[in-house]
């Protein structure tokens, strides 16, 4: 790498007060977050799994509520699977709230102490490389790294390393992490990637390690790290049945795998065909609500809901899906329910929240 600014940079690796000045950096401009400084090892696992592809401003609130209601492992284990999607209900990404669901069952099965080393909690549902170093750093003083996006780019940046493997950062970011401050030294570097080194825009004139930077020295910020190559998303229209009997709508649990797995959701059905399933007339044609689009990580879902009110055939019928007075399969009463708009007490996802509020004011409106 060429330098054609200012100075040609120190060496990360070999300079000790390399690893000094972002740790003092830290220690007097770290953001005062909710789990800053915690490190009773359950909390520090649910706030690094909530924080994985999702904003620190969102993760705030959630991350106290989840703690007033799952205070600790035996809590958490204990909860109902519908408890849990409920209390992650909007944060995205559900499937880290079943791991975490399953990771407190299996820690509670061996004795009810989270594993402390690195190696063994990876073997946690849900637990990679990344949240196992967190967890083992920051809850447990060992000295292994935590690599997220933020440290890959403060790397790349500081190495002048325009496409880091991950083999590459594993073995730079070993060698960088302080081994009597190691939890502080994981997460001062990725405070520094959201804070100074940000991907847009980084704060060099203020950066307290531009003296060991290459891309500053070579005035390379903007282009390093080059962004890692993702796929598109495919395109998806997904016709959604909006059904509704008695002022309540039906919702249906996904299947346990796949997108969304065990979250609650309008049937992707035709309406009235569902509406005879479930023993019920028709009272009309289905009447088209608005679009709903939906970016999911490797999908753009676009929502088509359909709305179809429908009655009992005679007063006081009973239909196919309503607990107490249900008649239908038994697949179709396990897996739906009958709910009011006002106090749906189960998780919907984003999008099927929307479609709820669009099919409310539709109702409304008609
Ligand atoms: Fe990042 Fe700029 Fe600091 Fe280098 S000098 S580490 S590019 S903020």
């Given at each position: 790498?060429?330098?054609t600014?200012?100075h040609t940079p ?9 690893r ?13 977050l ?10 520090v ?8 592809q ?12 989840w703690?007033e209601?799952f205070?600790d ?14 209390a ?22 061996r004795?009810?102490?989270l594993?402390r ?5 990876r ?5 990679g490389?990344?949240t196992?170093?967190a967890?083992?750093s920051?809850a ?6 935590a690599v997220?996006?933020n ?18 950062l ?9 081994p009597?401050?190691?939890g ?9 990637g ?7 825009a ?6 307290p390690?531009?003296?060991w930077c290459?891309a ?5 910020q903007?282009?390093?790290?080059v ?5 598109a ?10 059904l ?9 649990r ?8 065990g979250l609650?959701?309008?049937?992707e059905e035709?309406?009235?065909a ?10 009309g044609?289905?009447v088209?609500l608005?679009d709903?689009v939906?970016r999911f990580?490797?999908l753009?879902?676009?929502y ?11 007063p ?9 007075d249900?008649t239908g ?6 897996e739906?329910?009958w709910?009011?708009?006002d106090?749906?007490?189960v ?7 929307k479609v ?5 004011t ?5």
């Amino acid at each position: 790498m060429k330098y054609t600014s200012k100075h040609t940079p120190k060496d990360p690796l070999a300079d000790p007060d390399f690893r000094a000045a972002l740790l003092s950096h830290y220690d007097t401009h770290a953001r005062d977050l909710p789990w800053r400084g915690e490190s009773d090892p359950y909390r520090v696992l649910v706030s690094e799994v909530m924080l994985q592809q999702t904003r620190v401003e969102t993760v705030k609130g959630y991350y106290d509520r989840w703690l007033e209601r799952f205070p600790d492992v035996d809590s958490l284990a204990d909860a109902s699977e519908d408890d849990v999607l409920k209390a992650w209900e909007g944060l995205g990404y559900y499937r880290r709230a079943r791991n975490l669901h399953r990771a407190a069952a299996v820690v509670r099965e061996r004795g009810g102490s989270l594993p402390r080393a690195q190696a063994e909690l990876r073997a946690l549902p849900g637990v990679g490389e990344y949240t196992a170093g967190a967890v083992a750093s920051i809850a447990f003083g060992e000295a292994v790294p935590a690599v997220d996006g933020n440290v890959r780019r403060v790397l790349a940046r500081l190495m002048g390393e325009a496409a880091p493997t991950a083999g590459w950062l594993r073995e730079r970011a070993a060698r960088l992490v302080e081994p009597t401050r190691p939890g502080d030294w994981n997460q001062a570097v990725m405070e520094h990637g959201a804070t100074v080194c940000t991907p847009q825009a980084p704060k060099c004139g203020e950066c307290p390690v531009a003296d060991w930077c290459a891309a500053d020295a070579a005035g390379t910020q903007a282009e390093l790290p080059v962004p890692a190559k993702r796929a598109a998303p495919r395109s998806e229209r997904i016709r959604l049945a909006v059904l509704e009997w008695d002022d309540l709508v039906l919702i249906r649990r996904r299947a346990p795998d796949g997108l969304l797995g065990g979250l609650w959701a309008f049937p992707e059905e035709e309406p009235v065909a569902l509406a005879m399933e479930c023993g019920l007339v028709p009272g009309g044609h289905p009447v088209p609500l608005t679009d709903v689009v939906h970016r999911f990580t490797h999908l753009e879902a676009t929502y088509q809901p359909m709305w179809l009110e429908c009655e009992a055939p005679s007063p006081g019928s009973p239909v196919g899906v309503s607990g107490s007075d249900a008649t239908g399969t038994d697949e179709l009463n396990s897996e739906c329910q009958w709910v009011d708009a006002d106090a749906v007490d189960v998780a919907l996802p984003v999008a099927q929240r929307k479609v709820l509020d669009l099919w409310r004011t539709a109702k409304e409106d008609a």
